[in-house]
């Protein structure tokens, strides 16, 4: 069941802006386990359907404009869907560091999975398509900048995640262990 509605896709997954109609799966994949595990430090509203309601509204605005990873201080969030069966299953996302544009350095991936499908390598796929679809936006504006990833240290699904769609360990911080890839 392929939309026409998607904005690039990988071989089983579709990447699309968020639509009001997945505001609840959402939210529910919000309050699993597994993401609250590693989202400990968010306020309380962070898990209510009011909160995102406001956020999926910034998302679909943001996505109506054009595409400009180094000034948007939104970020460009996408809908993770099964090709198969358009079901919401994630979201993956680019997000620049904090800062004026001509400061950055650094992308950051952000991504997640619901519990019930996680473990079959949707993840790895989707950073892997938001990489490549990040750097060829990069380059049509001649930004020469690396993507980077962060997981807590034992986090390690998302920590393989990172591994296996191509990005290196380079440092451990406080909470954090950062990873980066420079080109796709």
Same mark, same amino acid.
């Given at each position: 069941?392929?939309?026409?509605?998607?904005?690039?896709k990988?071989?089983?997954?579709?990447?699309?802006?968020?639509?009001?109609?997945?505001?609840q799966?959402?939210?529910?994949?919000?309050?699993?386990?597994?993401?609250r595990?590693?989202?400990y430090?968010?306020?309380?509203?962070?898990?209510?359907?009011?909160?995102?309601?406001?956020?999926?509204?910034?998302n679909?605005?943001n996505?109506?404009?054009?595409?400009?990873?180094?000034?948007?201080?939104?970020?460009?969030?996408?809908? *993770? *869907?099964?090709?198969?069966?358009g079901?919401l299953?994630?979201n993956?996302?680019?997000?620049?560091?904090?800062?004026?544009?001509?400061?950055?350095?650094?992308?950051?991936?952000g991504?997640?999975?619901g519990?019930?499908?996680?473990?079959?390598?949707y993840?790895?796929?989707?950073?892997?398509?938001?990489?490549?679809w990040?750097?060829?936006?990069?380059?049509?504006?001649?930004?020469?900048?690396k993507?980077?990833?962060?997981?807590?240290?034992d986090?390690?699904?998302?920590?393989?995640?990172?591994?296996?769609?191509?990005?290196?360990f380079?440092?451990a911080?406080?909470?954090?262990?950062?990873?980066?890839?420079?080109?796709?």
């Open positions: 069941m392929i939309s026409d509605q998607y904005y690039f990988s071989e089983r997954l579709l990447y699309r802006p968020f639509q009001m109609e997945d505001l799966t959402y939210v529910d994949m919000c309050n699993e386990e597994s993401r595990r590693w989202f430090f968010q306020e309380p509203d962070c898990l209510l359907t009011d909160f995102w309601a406001k956020e999926f509204e910034n679909i605005a996505w109506s404009k054009k595409v400009d990873l180094l000034h948007s201080c939104a970020g460009y969030d996408l809908a *993770v *869907v099964l090709k198969e069966t079901d299953i994630g993956v996302g680019l997000t620049k560091f904090h800062g004026p544009a001509d400061e950055l350095k650094d992308i950051e991936i991504y997640q999975i519990e019930a499908y996680q473990g079959k390598g993840g790895t796929e989707a950073a892997k398509a938001a990489v490549k990040g750097f060829t936006e990069l380059r049509k504006i001649g930004a020469e900048l993507i980077v990833g962060k997981a807590e240290h986090n390690w699904p998302s920590r393989r995640v990172l591994e296996k769609a191509g990005f290196i380079v440092t911080e406080q909470y954090v262990s950062i990873y980066e890839i420079i080109k796709s």
